[in-house]
T-cell receptor, first 113, second 112 residues
Framework: DGGITQSPKYLFRKEGQNVTLSCEQN?????MYWYRQDPGQGLRLIYY???????QKGDIAEGYSVSREKKESFPLTVTSAQKNPTAFYLC????????????FGQGTRLTVV | ELKVEQNPLFLSMQEGKNYTIYCNYS?????LYWYRQDPGKSLESLFV?????AVKQEGRLMASLDTKARLSTLHITAAVHDLSATYFC????????????FGTGTRLQVFP
């Protein structure tokens, strides 16, 4: 079955540590996205990529980094520069084209300990 | 700046009752999406509304879009407990998926 897989489901980070969240899709979608969700709030865009080897900052990119070496994969690194990383992170993908529906992974809950 | 506002933010309703969730947005867009999120889970696509006057129905949920009024509604008919979740609308700003702006969500709780 086609879909988006995020791992791990839960992640704990120590202060000053970098962590990487995985996102893999087998939908053959060109575009992939990372969103952050804080309790009781909507989603905010961190980074997005429309093609391999290219990505753009979203609204809250500071303290995060991404790579897009393969069409299927779009990992997100939460760096030590991100001062408040505790949140629920969602990866999504869309096929090429405007106005297309986004499909979401199951999410990763990151907690700073 | 595009703003997407939902109301109410929280809705507690009795089983069997009807209610409407509203989604207002601040700039021109012909595309609007409704998603459902269960606690701790991902977002599940419910409806894709792609033109003015679009109406879609699935079970006890019906969504509509009025692009002139910049308003979408999600109507719940004869609510059941299984509909308890948070519902988000999202607007496709500038017809670009990277400009998908989400509302803050409406948390729906259905009780017996």
């Amino acid at each position: 079955d086609g879909g988006i897989t995020q791992s791990p489901k839960y992640l704990f980070r120590k202060e000053g540590q970098n962590v990487t969240l995985s996102c893999e899709q087998n939908l053959n979608h060109d575009a992939m996205y990372w969103y952050r969700q804080d309790p009781g709030q909507g989603l905010r865009l961190i980074y997005y990529s429309q093609i391999v080897n290219d990505f753009q900052k979203g609204d809250i990119a500071e303290g995060y980094s991404v790579s897009r070496e393969k069409k299927e994969s779009f990992p997100l690194t939460v760096t030590s520069a991100q001062k408040n990383p505790t949140a629920f992170y969602l990866c999504a993908s869309t096929p090429t084209g405007v106005g297309t529906e986004a499909f979401f992974g199951q999410g990763t809950r990151l907690t700073v300990v | 700046e595009l703003k997407v506002e939902q109301n109410p933010l929280f809705l507690s309703m009795q089983e069997g009752k009807n209610y409407t969730i509203y989604c207002n947005y601040s700039t021109t867009s012909d595309r609007l999406y409704w998603y459902r999120q269960d606690p701790g889970k991902s977002l599940e696509s419910l409806f894709v509304l792609l033109s003015n006057g679009a109406v879609k129905q699935e079970g006890r949920l019906m969504a509509s879009l009025d692009t002139k009024a910049r308003l979408s509604t999600l109507h719940i008919t004869a609510a059941v407990h299984d509909l308890s979740a948070t519902y988000f609308c999202a607007v496709d700003y500038l017809m670009r998926a990277d400009k998908l702006i989400f509302g803050t969500g409406t948390r729906l709780q259905v009780f017996p």
